[in-house]
């Protein structure tokens, strides 16, 4: 079936150092999106790629999309505690609907 | 930005009892509303796309009469879980597209539902 593959599942890192997650789909994605989960909460769009190889960045954050639409990554520069939470892709497959992958959970050493 | 609410944001029921959940935009008007389920330490699973006005779509292996979905305003869809039983104790999120928006979704807050 459709998919949307996300690794590494958790990564533990020291606050300051960089984070990666990365996305594949087995089949090319209308856009793909980015959500960050806080323990305990919902959740929380944080953006959208569409085009083939399109880089967007955030601040600390920096999100590609591949130019065959099938992957995707997130790099968060110099860690914070704030950053802590389950990072979740999401590829948009035909008109709606959404594939999340399984996460990305960080956790941070201050 | 746009708000979506869910009520109860927690319930508590006995195995066989039916439960029903709330999703509303409050201040967007969404003709799409997603429901999910998501276990402990896991990704959000899609259950069902819910259309203002018409049926929803269920995804392979959510059975519909199980989960009833009525979606019976722009603002409004609701997810009803009959005859409860304790596998089917989860987290449930809605979510719900901007009539007027780009791709976004929002996401409510959740309900954890525990049938005992």
């Known amino acids: 079936g459709q998919q949307v593959m996300q690794i590494p599942q958790y990564q533990h890192v020291q606050e300051g150092e960089d984070f990666t997650t990365y996305c594949n789909s087995s089949?090319?994605?209308?856009?793909i999106q980015w959500y960050k989960q806080r323990p305990g909460g919902h959740p929380v769009f944080l953006i959208q790629l569409v085009k083939s190889g399109e880089v967007k960045k955030q601040k600390r954050l920096t999100f590609q999309f591949g130019e065959a639409k099938k992957n995707s990554s997130l790099h968060i520069t110099a860690t914070q505690t704030t950053d802590v939470g389950t990072y979740f892709c999401a590829g948009r497959l035909g008109a709606q609907k959404l594939v999340f992958g399984q996460g990305t959970r960080l956790t941070i050493n201050p | 930005g746009a708000v979506v609410s869910q009520h109860p944001s927690w319930v508590i029921c006995k195995s066989g009892t039916s439960v029903k959940i709330e999703c509303r935009s409050l201040?967007?008007?969404?003709?799409?509303m997603f429901w999910y389920r998501q276990f402990p330490k896991q990704s959000l699973m899609l259950m069902a796309t819910?259309?203002?006005?018409?049926?929803?779509?269920?995804e392979q292996g959510v059975e519909k009469d199980k989960f009833l979905i009525n979606h019976a305003s722009l603002t409004l869809s609701t997810l009803t879980v009959t005859s409860a039983h304790p596998e089917d104790s989860s987290f449930y999120i809605c979510?719900?597209?901007?009539?007027?928006?780009?791709?976004?979704?929002?996401f409510g807050p959740g309900t954890r539902l525990t049938v005992t």
């Open positions: 819910s259309n203002e006005g018409s049926k929803a779509t269920y």
């Open positions: 089949t090319t994605l209308s856009n």
């Open positions: 979510s719900a597209r901007d009539l007027a928006g780009e791709w976004e979704q929002y």
């Open positions: 201040d967007f008007q969404a003709t799409t």
